[in-house]
């Protein structure tokens, strides 16, 4: 069974963020893929493109919310990301107060659940397999790339 055919969220919101990441991997970038949502529609995905555009800000999450465009309000937004999210995109939750998080996986990087949750953020985590495979991979094959992305 490949990556692709496993079994596929119920949420198609998720779903927009999963394909994003694979995307974001065809492209030869980063894996990592978002959305943002309002009542369960799709407002935009996104996914990592530092490698893409040699632009080191342009995480997933960062993507999903420029391609957004403007919003008058968060609050009623849920963003949708494959991995857990980095502080710098948890700085960026916490800044547009976007109340609730869903993450396809946080093994293969913790990211910054405490931070989130600190400032009231709900934290879904859905520990999908096909993420956690996704980003093993991508980890195992390209090491320097990963480190660089996280900065380490
Ligand atoms: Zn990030």
Known sequence: MTQSD???????????????????????????GAALARGGMVIASGHNERVQN???IAHGEMSALRAAGRQKSYRDTTLYTTLA??????????????PRVVVGEARTF??????????????????????????????EENPELWAEDIAE
């Open 110 to 139: 913790g990211g910054e659940f405490e931070l989130l949750r600190s400032r009231g953020v709900e934290v879904v985590v859905l520990d999908d397999q096909r993420c956690v495979d996704m980003m093993r991979t991508f980890q």
């Open 54 to 56: 040699g632009d080191p």
């Open 85 to 98: 999210p980095c502080a710098m995109c948890a700085g960026t939750i916490i800044q547009f107060k976007i």
């Open 6 to 32: 496993a079994q596929p969220s119920q949420d198609p919101a998720f779903e927009a963020a999963y394909q994003a990441a694979r995307e974001g991997l065809r492209e030869g970038g980063i894996p990592i």
